[in-house]
């Protein structure tokens, strides 16, 4: 089940954190997989790991079609772009927020999906998968958002423009909004608040591990999903569930269980 042998994929942004595990979580199902990344820091590991990697700033247009260039050399068809690449840029709210941090956040964040999804359109096998990778941030309003959660929110409405634009040739495009996961992008940052914060809101009391997003990638890759699309699919523990803590004193009308109208 769930297989995803004789594919071919392209993960941006797999040279590192929830990339990295999808890109190995498909290898591990049977697809060839091309990591572009802006970084080569990872490169080693990629290839390692027996996936193809290919330098790639997916703010650029023209290095996305290189992207899939590459892909289409080494591979000679590919079925799966995972949109992954993302920065991070949160705890900054409009009061600092400037057109450079903005710009930067929303070329990379945004065009690259959307730059991505023109590019599948033209170069992905029919019945292929676009999977973009959201986030919580872009489904609830939280403080210090103001580049980031936009970006997302972004990323998800561009997920519905693509499936219904995509749909004609079979390509099913969704988006993946995890919750916090324990990636560089998280544990990197020194005495990180937003750690236990989290877990303290989130119904399943932990943070996300990068390989539980792989596994639900997988899923949306494979043939079993083909009847998805034009979806954003949570993976946060119940974050966007709802709130866990909320105080509340019964009314009078509850009385030993039951329910008693007011007369
Ligand atoms: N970690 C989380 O808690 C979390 C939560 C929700 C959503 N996300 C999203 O998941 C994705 C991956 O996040 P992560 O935590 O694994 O991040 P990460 O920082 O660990 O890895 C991101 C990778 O993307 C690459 N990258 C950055 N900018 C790029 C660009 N312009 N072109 C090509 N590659 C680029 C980096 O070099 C790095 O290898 C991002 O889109 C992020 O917004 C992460």
Redesign the pocket.
Known sequence: MFTLANKTAIV?????????AIAKRFIAAGARVLV????T??AAVVTAMGAEFFR????REEQIAAMFEAAWKSFGRVDVLVN?????PLGVGFEQLTGELLGRTLD??VN?VAFGIKYAGRLLADRGRVIN?????GMIGTPGGAA?STS?AAVIHLTKLGAIELAPRGITVNAI??????????TDIPDNPEIAFITRRTPLGR??R?EEVGALAQFLASDEAAYITGQNIAIDGGLTAGWTEYDLVPPANIQDGRWVDAP
């Open positions: 941006t942004g797999g040279a590192s954190g929830i990339g990295l572009a990344d802006r970084s820091v990872g790639a700033d997916v703010a992954n690449a993302g920065i991070q990379v964040n690259g990778l959201a986030s919580f941030a980031y997302k909004s995890p919750g916090t996961i324990l990636t560089p992008a998280v943070l996300g990068p």
